[in-house]
């Protein structure tokens, strides 16, 4: 494995534990300036991740991106299909959305419906549970089950209660 390769999957990894770390923290009221700080990391080390993907793996090319989610696609589910990179694409600028409006709007983020954080819980879930699991080969879709797991239960103990910060 070339170290590019390597540099992108550890960046992956790293970016799913920072976001379970983040959710953690999310039970902790007292933490929300550490979770923010995590869920920001998480997003900035997972745009890393998509950058050296595309660069490692497609030298830059869409094509080659979309014939090898494609292709990846078809071993994993049996369906052509290359939309999943727009699904990553769309997930990416997510991500960064909700980190944005985490660090920025703390209020308004804590005074959404709980249908809007639930909403984004799915997204995330799906889109890493996909990522770190259903596409993964080897022992370390493991790993990828035991961070959508743990993201489910740091969820089930709170609920759908925002974070508020008490000082």
Known sequence: MSPGELATRISVWLALLLWLA?????????????????????????????????HVFYDWSQTTALADVRRQTREVTGLEWSVGLWINYAFAALWIAEALWLCFRTGRHAARPAWVT??????????????????????????????????????????????????
């Open 22 to 54: 983040s959710e953690w923290l999310a039970l902790n009221p007292k933490r929300l300036r550490v979770r923010q700080s995590l869920f920001a990391l998480s997003a900035v080390v997972f745009l890393t991740h998509a950058t050296l993907a595309f």
């Open 118 to 167: 639930w909403l984004m819980r799915g997204i995330f879930w799906f889109m890493a549970f996909n990522g770190a699991f259903v596409f993964v080969k080897g022992p370390q879709k493991w790993l990828g089950l035991v961070i959508c797991l743990g993201a489910a239960v740091a969820w089930a103990l709170r609920g759908a209660k925002p974070v508020r910060a008490r000082w």
